[in-house]
């Protein structure tokens, strides 16, 4: 009987001490759903402004599309290596030992083997001692408590089925499709918007719940010559399939001709180690499937089909074309297929935002109502690119406008209505249209990076939510952090006028010129060059102090400069530091430097003399042209446009 009675106790011990291990909660300053490319941006970033931060990540690998998803050829930004997106960058030259060796393909500027970028992010977490990451959580339910508050998310093991809850005093939602978002029912959009709906003309006649194609990316090495490595021919097997993804392939003319022939095809995205990336488009290994709605069991029967889709491109490659020696990477990923990990998603739900990111705001940024690029936290320069080739209910001529680089704005990250939540990745508050260009890596690599300083920041404002959060705060911070806020692709960190002008430009003066450039567009400041008095003072309306400004050369209000100065030339140094020091008179007493700093001088211009070669600047002549960089660095020195007045959400100032 005594037998019976310890072995009973014992059981309930451990019993007791299985339901414990079992649910575990954990309480955490900032929790990130995802460890993905914005994910472990976000974590990372959140970790160095020194609270709690916690990773929950679904597979064994962190990088999302960089890693996991093997899409490792990345898209746009090489002239604007801005914050962790250049960090990650330089990394991966090191590691390879400069940019010369990943310029391996001919589709982008930077290639690499995505085993080479999880391991990169996971050192790079590893050296932060306010964050921790935790591996095959599933994401299960949000919590969300009353008015709307998203309070921490729970999770299973995929191995052992244990529960995790996670309570957090900010949730980023860093997941592939949203699906935070969507679990705490913030109001979110999926598919595409007719052209009436967003105004962006791009030949929508109805809204829709269709997405872009999704890829399951595979690697292949080059096993050398002779080496038969083709693989089982799939089910379902029929070469007219990839009919035209190539000019060595290309029999039905109905089809649109393709613009390579199979060599190039094949080195699209040669990665180092003598690898191949299989991410092709069009009459590839895209394929048509819709998950957003689907259970985590649903999309794994789905994305079957992904996967199918591209071993019937592998063998096509290796017994039509002859790739015989191209097979499966046997040193990629962790995974029985030799498929990578996730499937390449480039379009989940998208984000009901307290402000819409639209084509207008890129394509003429300067002429919106809401001027949106003041509010700036990531920059991308990648153009308008849909996949939609394998669904034929899809348009298939969508009329994108020609876009020039461009800045995402922070109330993209903003729910409308819940608080406790921050959204990243590819669920942002974007137009369709526009998804195809933030969808790309480096750019929401940087949304999570401004996802991670803006829940850090909340929570040391003694949790405030995040909409409560300033703006030029996390602009702040940005720039402490070498990332950009304007997308100007001539004024790199390096420069010593870089914040200046990156301030400066945020606050609407000295605009920078965009172009359309094919796959890499671009924004100049042009930080060498000189204007005119009247390019200059035609911007100068805009600084709301200046409506009340006191009677100067051109009269009152500023607005009135704007005519009489069309006569004259370009902006000498002493009509800089002249009307500057107009400007400055429009502010408040406390707002003025030259009142705090220059209290035993004669007049702002000694002051501003004084301070010239202080501020790296030489060649201090009144009587030359002033350069766009020595206007920018005196604007922010003297008149500090950027702090002195408080802009909101839809870029517009508020107050001083």
Same mark, same amino acid.
């Given at each position: 009987?005594?037998?019976?009675?310890?072995?009973?106790?014992?059981?309930?011990?451990?019993?007791?001490?299985?339901?414990?291990?079992? @649910?575990?909660?954990?309480? +955490?300053?900032?929790?990130?759903?995802?460890? !993905?490319?914005?994910?472990? =941006? %976000? #974590? $990372?970033? &959140?970790?160095?402004? @020194?609270?709690?931060?916690? +990773?929950?990540?679904?597979?064994?690998?962190? !990088?999302?599309?960089?890693? =996991? %998803? #093997? $899409?490792? &050829?990345?898209?746009?930004?090489?002239?604007?290596?801005?914050?962790?997106?250049?960090?990650?960058?330089?990394?991966?030259?090191?590691?390879? #030992?400069?940019?010369?060796?990943?310029?391996?393909?001919?589709?982008?500027?930077?290639?690499?083997?995505?085993?080479?970028?999880?391991?990169?992010?996971?050192?790079?977490?590893?050296?932060?001692?306010?964050?921790?990451?935790?591996?095959?959580?599933?994401?299960?339910?949000?919590?969300?408590?009353?008015?709307?508050?998203?309070?921490?998310?729970?999770?299973?093991?995929?191995?052992?089925?244990?529960?995790?809850?996670?309570?957090?005093?900010?949730?980023?939602?860093?997941?592939?499709?949203?699906?935070?978002?969507?679990?705490?029912?913030?109001?979110?959009?999926?598919?595409?918007?007719?052209?009436?709906?967003?105004?962006?003309?791009?030949?929508?006649?109805?809204?829709?719940?269709?997405?872009?194609?999704?890829?399951?990316?595979?690697?292949?090495?080059?096993?050398?010559?002779?080496?038969?490595?083709?693989?089982?021919?799939?089910?379902?097997?029929?070469?007219?399939?990839?009919?035209?993804?190539?000019?060595?392939?290309?029999?039905?003319?109905?089809?649109?001709?393709?613009?390579?022939?199979?060599?190039?095809?094949?080195?699209?995205?040669?990665?180092?180690?003598?690898?191949?990336?299989?991410?092709?488009?069009?009459?590839?290994?895209?394929?048509?499937?819709?998950?957003?709605?689907?259970?985590?069991?649903?999309?794994?029967?789905?994305?079957?089909?992904?996967?199918?889709?591209?071993?019937?491109?592998?063998?096509?490659?290796?017994?039509?074309?002859?790739?015989?020696?191209?097979?499966?990477?046997?040193?990629?990923?962790?995974?029985?297929?030799?498929?990578?990990?996730?499937?390449?998603?480039?379009?989940?739900?998208?984000?009901?935002?307290?402000?819409?990111?639209?084509?207008?705001?890129?394509?003429?940024?300067?002429?919106?109502?809401?001027?949106?690029?003041?509010?700036?936290?990531?920059?991308?320069?990648?153009?308008?690119?849909?996949?939609?080739?394998?669904?034929?209910?899809?348009?298939?001529?969508?009329?994108?406008?020609?876009?020039?680089?461009?800045?995402?704005?922070?109330?993209?990250?903003?729910?409308?209505?819940?608080?406790?939540?921050?959204?990243?990745?590819?669920?942002?508050?974007?137009?369709?249209?526009?998804?195809?260009?933030?969808?790309?890596?480096?750019?929401?690599?940087?949304?999570?990076?401004?996802?991670?300083?803006?829940?850090?920041?909340?929570?040391?404002?003694?949790?405030?939510?995040?909409?409560?959060?300033?703006?030029?705060?996390?602009?702040?911070?940005?720039?402490?952090?070498?990332?950009?806020?304007?997308?100007?692709?001539?004024?790199?960190?390096?420069?010593?006028?870089?914040?200046?002008?990156?301030?400066?430009?945020?606050?609407?003066?000295?605009?920078?010129?965009?172009?359309?450039?094919?796959?890499?567009?671009?924004?100049?400041?042009?930080?060498?060059?000189?204007?005119?008095?009247?390019?200059?003072?035609?911007?100068?309306?805009?600084?709301?102090?200046?409506?009340?400004?006191?009677?100067?050369?051109?009269?009152?209000?500023?607005?009135?400069?704007?005519?009489?100065?069309?006569?004259?030339?370009?902006?000498?140094?002493?009509?800089?530091?002249?009307?500057?020091?107009?400007?400055?008179?429009?502010?408040?007493?406390?707002?003025?430097?030259?009142?705090?700093?220059?209290?035993?001088?004669?007049?702002?211009?000694?002051?501003?003399?004084?301070?010239?070669?202080?501020?790296?600047?030489?060649?201090?002549?009144?009587?030359?042209?002033?350069?766009?960089?020595?206007?920018?660095?005196?604007?922010?020195?003297?008149?500090?446009?950027?702090?002195?007045?408080?802009?909101?959400?839809?870029?517009?100032?508020?107050?001083?």
């Amino acid at each position: 009987m005594r037998l019976k009675l310890t072995y009973l106790f014992s059981c309930v011990l451990l019993l007791i001490s299985q339901l414990l291990y079992a @649910q575990r909660v954990v309480h +955490v300053d900032v929790l990130v759903v995802g460890g !993905g490319t914005s994910g472990i =941006a %976000a #974590g $990372v970033q &959140a970790a160095r402004l @020194q609270v709690k931060t916690l +990773v929950v990540e679904e597979t064994p690998w962190l !990088g999302g599309m960089l890693s =996991a %998803a #093997g $899409v490792s &050829a990345t898209d746009g930004n090489h002239l604007l290596p801005s914050g962790l997106w250049g960090e990650f960058r330089a990394r991966i030259y090191t590691y390879y #030992g400069g940019p010369s060796k990943v310029a391996t393909g001919w589709v982008s500027n930077t290639h690499f083997e995505p085993h080479v970028a999880n391991q990169i992010w996971k050192d790079m977490a590893a050296a932060e001692k306010n964050l921790q990451i935790l591996y095959q959580y599933q994401f299960l339910s949000a919590i969300v408590e009353k008015n709307a508050h998203v309070a921490g998310a729970r999770f299973v093991h995929l191995v052992n089925g244990d529960q995790l809850i996670v309570y957090a005093k900010q949730v980023v939602d860093a997941t592939e499709l949203g699906d935070v978002m969507a679990s705490a029912a913030v109001p979110f959009d999926v598919g595409m918007e007719a052209s009436a709906v967003t105004g962006e003309n791009v030949q929508v006649p109805s809204s829709n719940d269709i997405i872009q194609d999704l890829t399951y990316v595979a690697i292949l090495k080059d096993y050398g010559r002779g080496v038969d490595c083709t693989i089982a021919k799939p089910v379902g097997y029929d070469p007219t399939e990839f009919d035209g993804c190539c000019l060595d392939f290309y029999k039905d003319t109905t089809r649109i001709k393709p613009g390579v022939d199979c060599a190039k095809m094949i080195t699209y995205a040669k990665l180092p180690g003598n690898k191949y990336m299989l991410n092709w488009p069009g009459h590839g290994n895209d394929i048509y499937l819709n998950l957003i709605q689907l259970a985590p069991a649903e999309r794994a029967k789905e994305l079957m089909k992904a996967k199918q889709q591209t071993l019937r491109y592998i063998y096509f490659l290796q017994h039509q074309l002859g790739y015989k020696n191209l097979g499966l990477a046997d040193d990629e990923f962790p995974t029985a297929d030799r498929l990578a990990l996730i499937p390449y998603n480039r379009e989940g739900r998208r984000l009901r935002g307290v402000v819409r990111f639209k084509v207008q705001d890129i394509s003429k940024p300067f002429d919106q109502q809401s001027p949106l690029y003041r509010t700036g936290v990531a920059v991308g320069d990648y153009p308008i690119d849909h996949h939609h080739r394998k669904n034929p209910a899809a348009p298939q001529h969508l009329g994108f406008y020609p876009i020039p680089s461009f800045s995402i704005p922070m109330g993209t990250l903003l729910p409308q209505t819940h608080t406790g939540l921050v959204v990243a990745e590819k669920g942002i508050s974007v137009s369709n249209v526009v998804n195809g260009t933030t969808r790309l890596q480096p750019c929401v690599l940087l949304i999570g990076q401004a996802a991670g300083v803006l829940a850090a920041v909340a929570v040391k404002n003694k949790n405030k939510d995040a909409r409560q959060v300033s703006v030029r705060q996390v602009q702040s911070i940005l720039l402490q952090q070498k990332a950009y806020l304007m997308p100007y692709a001539d004024v790199s960190t390096a420069d010593f006028g870089f914040e200046a002008i990156q301030r400066v430009g945020a606050s609407g003066f000295l605009r920078g010129k965009g172009q359309p450039n094919a796959w890499a567009n671009r924004t100049w400041f042009e930080p060498d060059s000189t204007i005119t008095v009247h390019q200059f003072v035609s911007q100068l309306p805009a600084f709301a102090p200046l409506k009340n400004a006191s009677p100067v050369t051109y009269g009152n209000p500023l607005s009135k400069w704007v005519e009489p100065a069309k006569n004259e030339g370009l902006l000498s140094l002493g009509k800089a530091i002249e009307l500057v020091g107009e400007i400055e008179k429009a502010l408040p007493l406390t707002n003025r430097k030259s009142a705090n700093k220059n209290s035993g001088r004669a007049s702002i211009g000694e002051w501003i003399s004084s301070s010239w070669m202080g501020w790296g600047l030489t060649n201090y002549r009144i009587d030359r042209p002033v350069t766009k960089r020595e206007l920018a660095i005196l604007l922010d020195k003297v008149i500090d446009p950027f702090y002195v007045l408080t802009v909101n959400h839809q870029g517009n100032y508020t107050s001083i």
